[in-house]
């Protein structure tokens, strides 16, 4: 069993849980800020030094798009620079979150998508972009044609991979947990075609967190995952252990989207009952704090992750 981290004070109390979807990435971060206020040069920049790096460069054009303003910014870009497949792809993105808020038709924004990966066929983005749509406004088999699309592409794309367990995780709500659910077989394939070392070892925890606020949702689980026994079950303890020791041996800790899989871990440990393992965890998190899974079923993600935090370390992050 990992100890727990001795007391830190790596936490300051203004910034101590940052619900940023940028997580860790700080040049990202200054870069979305330049757009907002219409600076897209700088969106230019980091765009082209993330080059091929597709975990990566999902995670800033989903992060940029997120922005209610970037829809007319990269509208901007891609008027000024109509041959850029970077300006395309944020303008995708964009579209697609602008289609979400009901700001316009879903329709417009999938042929955004489709534009965009005409431009640039090697990347794996504006296919995500579309999975992002489509998890919300797609069939069944649309997601799985998008993520087919995404997957062909990049075969461990990490955002894409999440996206299907939460898709996957809702289907048969109603219906009492179980380990042949379509969820776990999907996680369980897709990590073992990962292979040691990659962090879609973790997916299989995703998975299991995923079906929890689905059959919480539907009223089989307690709407408080502390009272929930559904991190107690033998296959529920088997898959955590795994995903824990990969985590604690896999060396890549430039992973863009880490950060999501560890607040997933540490969740999972702190419901297990393993206070010890989650510590370490929270400890790896810092103050990077995602809003899933700490917000499932429908909680306020800062209190349920200051108190597991609290519990686990005795740090009191108030």
Known sequence: MTPPPPPWGGFRKRDALRLDPALDDAELAGVRDALTQGRWAETRELLAGTGQDWDRRGHRLVVLGREPTSAAWAEEWRLAEPDSVDAAALHACARVFHALRGKEDPGSARAACRAAARMYPADPTPWLALLILVRHTGTDEERLQVFDQVRGRHREHHHAHHLMAASLAESRQADRDDPFHEVYDFASWAAEQAGA?????????????????????????PPDPARSGHWKSRRARQVMKAAFDCWLEWGCEEHPRRLVDLNFLAHAKYHEGRPWE??????????????????????????????????ATGADLR
């Open 197 to 221: 070392g990659s962090p879609l070892s973790a997916l299989p925890v995703v998975a299991h967190t995923e079906r929890y606020r689905a059959l919480a949702r539907a009223g089989v689980e």
């Open 278 to 311: 989650a510590a370490a965890l929270f400890h790896r998190i810092g103050r990077h704090v995602t809003r899933a899974p700490w917000c499932y079923p429908d909680l306020d993600p800062r209190a349920a992750y200051r108190a597991a935090h609290t519990a």
